[in-house]
C-alpha cells in the first residue's frame, strides 16, 4: 500500500537554523495510507511537533517530508488534513453546529475543492444529534471533543492527525470515545496519526506504536500491532497479547525517558 | 461556608430599600443637625428644581449629552481602529503604543485648556475631551481582546487556510468583545465627565456649566440637581452599553 507520509532524516527545531534547539532529529518514517497509527512518548520528544509539521504548521530545518505524496502546504491548501488538538478547541461564542461548519466559513478562497455541508449527518454520527443548537459551555468534556471530531472529520480529510485528545477525559469516557473513533476509522478509511501518553490508549487504538525518545527526538521503538489484533484492528484491552505488547511499550518508554 | 444566594424578589428591594433609607435618613437628619441648606440640600429640595427649572436643566441637558455621545463614539471607534492597526502590525505598534501610554499619563485636566485653545469654545473642544478620556482603556483593553485567541485557536484557523480577514473576523474579533465592552461600560461614564470637565474650563451651556454657575452662586440645590441629571446620563449610556452586550456576547 502507498504511503500517506515518508521523512528521510527530518530535522525540526526552533530557533531558526543556526541557533537551533533541536526536537527532532533525523527521523525516517513511513505511514501506511489508511493505517491507525499511535505516538508514544515522553514530554518533549517531539510527538506533537512532528504533528504540526505534517500538518504545515511548523517548517522543518532539514531533510524531507511528503504527504499524500505532496507537499505539507499542498495538502494543507486542499484541505485533506484535518486537526483535534487536546483542548477541543471550539469557539464559545459558536453553536454546537456553527463550530462543526467553521471550515465552511473560512479558507474557502486557497481551497480547491468545495465541501458539503454534512454537519448534522456528522453530529448524529457522533452520537451528538440534538445537540446542534447548544453552545459549547453546555457540552461535557467528552461530547466537546465529539464536536472536535466532527469539525475535523467535516471536510472529509484524507489524513487525520490528533494531538492527545482525550488526554483530558475520565477514563470510562476515553474508553468509549476510543471504540467510537476506531469505528470511526474503519467506516472512513482515514489515515489517523493519534499522539498520546497512554500506553493503554496507544496499544488499543493503533496498527501500529511508535514509541519517541527525547533529547533531541528520534525513533525509539516500532511495533506492529497486527499481529495481536484480529481483522480491522479489533482486541480486548485485556488481551495477553496485548498486555504483552504494553509492558514491552512500557520498557521502550521507560529508556526513551 | 458561603451564604445562600438572595432570592430575585430580594434582589431588586434590598437595594431599593437601602437607597430608599439613606434618602430618609438625609431628608431628616440635615434639619436635626443644622446643616444650612446652602451646604447641602435636603432630597426633597433637589427635587423641588426638577419641578420648578425643568426647561433649564433640559437646555444644559441637551449639549453634554450631545458631547458625551459624540466623544464616546469617536473615541472608541478611534480605538478600535488603532487597535486593529496595531495587532495586525506589530512594527507600528513597538514605535507608538509607548508614546499612546505616555501621552495617557498626561492628567486630562492639564490637557483640557490645550484642547480648548486649539478648537475654540464651541462643542467641539468638549467632544474631543470626553473622546480623548474613552479612548486609552478601550484602546488597550482591544490590544489585548484581539490578541487573547490561544495558539490552539490560531493553529485551528491556519490549518483550515483561513486568511486574515477570516482570523480577523471570526477569530479575533468576537474573541475581543467581552473586553472591549467591559472598556465600553466604564467609557460610558468617563465619556459624561470628559464633557462636563471641557464645559467647566470654557462653556456657558450644559451639566458642567449649571454646575461651575451653581456653586459660585449658592445654588446647591440646583448644583445637586445637575449632579443627579450628569448621574443619570452615565447610568442611561452604561445601560445601552449592556443591553448591546447581551445582544452580541452570548458566551
Keep these: ?257 | 461556608m458561603r451564604p445562600a444566594p438572595l432570592s430575585p424578589q430580594a434582589a431588586i428591594a434590598l437595594p431599593v430599600l437601602g437607597a430608599a433609607s439613606i434618602l430618609l435618613t438625609w431628608q431628616f437628619l440635615l434639619p436635626v443637625l443644622g446643616v444650612p441648606a446652602y451646604i447641602v440640600p435636603t432630597p426633597t429640595a433637589i427635587f423641588g428644581v426638577f419641578q420648578r427649572n425643568f426647561a433649564l436643566l433640559v437646555d444644559n441637558l441637551r449639549p453634554t449629552l450631545i458631547e458625551a455621545l459624540a466623544g464616546f463614539v469617536i473615541g472608541n471607534l478611534a480605538a478600535v481602529l488603532l487597535a486593529v492597526l496595531f495587532v495586525h502590525n506589530r512594527i507600528l505598534q513597538a514605535a507608538y503604543f509607548p508614546i499612546v501610554l505616555f501621552f495617557n499619563t498626561i492628567p486630562i485636566l492639564a490637557l483640557s485648556p490645550i484642547i480648548i485653545l486649539i478648537f475654540g469654545l464651541g462643542m467641539t473642544p468638549k467632544i474631543v475631551i470626553a473622546a480623548v478620556i474613552c479612548f486609552f482603556p478601550t484602546l488597550v483593553n482591544m490590544i489585548r481582546g484581539l490578541d487573547s485567541a490561544s495558539d490552539n485557536e490560531h493553529e485551528l484557523f491556519r490549518v483550515l487556510s483561513a486568511t486574515r480577514w477570516e482570523i480577523f473576523r471570526s477569530l479575533r474579533l468576537p474573541r475581543a468583545l467581552p473586553m472591549l465592552f467591559s472598556s465600553l461600560r466604564i467609557a460610558s461614564a468617563t465619556a459624561v465627565i470628559g464633557a462636563i470637565v471641557g464645559e467647566w474650563i470654557g462653556s456657558d451651556k450644559g451639566l458642567g456649566a449649571l454646575i461651575i454657575q451653581a456653586s459660585f452662586n449658592y445654588q446647591s440645590d440646583r448644583l445637586y440637581a445637575a449632579i443627579v441629571l450628569s448621574s443619570g446620563l452615565s447610568i442611561a449610556l452604561f445601560s445601552a452599553v449592556v443591553l448591546i452586550e447581551r445582544r452580541l456576547v452570548k458566551y
Excluded at chain 1, 481551497?111 to 455541508?117: A, G
Design chain 1, 1 to 257: 500500500m502507498a504511503n500517506a507520509i515518508e521523512t528521510r532524516g527530518l530535522d525540526v527545531g526552533y530557533g531558526g537554523r543556526q541557533a537551533a534547539v533541536k526536537v527532532l532529529s533525523g527521523l525516517d518514517l513511513n505511514v501506511e495510507a489508511g493505517s491507525f497509527l499511535s505516538i508514544l512518548g515522553p514530554s518533549g520528544c517531539g510527538k506533537s511537533t512532528l504533528l504540526r509539521v505534517v500538518a504545515d504548521l511548523l517548517d522543518p530545518l532539514g531533510g524531507t517530508i511528503s504527504v499524500l505524496g505532496d507537499t505539507p502546504h499542498a495538502v494543507r491548501s486542499r484541505r485533506d488534513v484535518g486537526f483535534v488538538f487536546q483542548d477541543s478547541t471550539l469557539l464559545p461564542w459558536r453553536t454546537v453546529r456553527d463550530n462543526v461548519r467553521l471550515p465552511l466559513g473560512v479558507g474557502q478562497v486557497s481551497l480547491t475543492r468545495s465541501i458539503e455541508d454534512r454537519s448534522d449527518e456528522l453530529l448524529e454520527l457522533m452520537g451528538l444529534a440534538g445537540f446542534g443548537e447548544r453552545l459549547p459551555h453546555q457540552l461535557s468534556g467528552g461530547q466537546r471533543q465529539r464536536v472536535a471530531i466532527a469539525r475535523a472529520l467535516l471536510g472529509q480529510p484524507k489524513l487525520l492527525l490528533m494531538d492527545e485528545p482525550f488526554g483530558a477525559l475520565d477514563e470510562i469516557t476515553r474508553d468509549r470515545l476510543n471504540d467510537e473513533l476506531l469505528t470511526l476509522w474503519r467506516r472512513t478509511g482515514t489515515t489517523i496519526l493519534f499522539v498520546t501518553h497512554s500506553i493503554a490508549e496507544a496499544a488499543y487504538l493503533g496498527e501500529r506504536v511508535i514509541v519517541l525518545a527525547a533529547n533531541p527526538g528520534r525513533l525509539a521503538k516500532d511495533i506492529d500491532m497486527r499481529p495481536f489484533k484480529q481483522d480491522g484492528n479489533r482486541c480486548s484491552r485485556e488481551d495477553p497479547a496485548i498486555v504483552a505488547a504494553m509492558a514491552e511499550l512500557r520498557t521502550a518508554l521507560e529508556r526513551a525517558s
